[in-house]
């Protein structure tokens, strides 16, 4: 019922920048939380940054100071501003996000994952 669709990844060189786009589409009557995951070869999937509708922020320390999670709820887009990105940072990115949607007047939760992006830091 809920598509996001992430943009944004590619190879960058140590020290460089990238932003990720996730747009949401389908019968979103409302979003909550969204967020940006990672996964490495080999690791677990981890928390990067979420945003709450409220505006809220969450980082992982590995992060700090260096990602900027925003949203634009008008285009149901959340964006991940990477700067001085890392060679540990490389890893498929994903979007996450959940909220309410609407058919015919029913309502329902729902939460919802990208494909992903890979991102490829080079040293």
């Known amino acids: 019922q809920v598509q996001l669709v992430e943009s944004g990844g590619g190879l960058v060189q140590a020290g460089g920048s990238l932003r990720l786009s996730c747009a949401a589409s389908?019968?979103?009557?409302?979003?909550?939380?969204m967020g940006w995951y990672r996964q490495a070869p080999g690791k677990q999937r981890e928390l990067v940054a979420q945003i709450t509708s409220e505006g809220k922020t969450n980082y992982a320390d590995s992060v700090k100071g260096r990602f900027t999670i925003s949203r634009d709820d008008a285009k149901n887009t959340a964006y991940l501003q990477m700067n001085n990105l890392k060679p540990e940072d490389t890893a498929v990115y994903y979007c996450y996000a959940d909220g309410t949607i609407a058919v015919h007047w029913n309502y329902a939760p729902f939460g919802s994952w990208g494909q992903g992006t890979q991102v490829t830091v080079s040293s």
């Open positions: 389908g019968s979103i009557f409302s979003l909550n939380a």
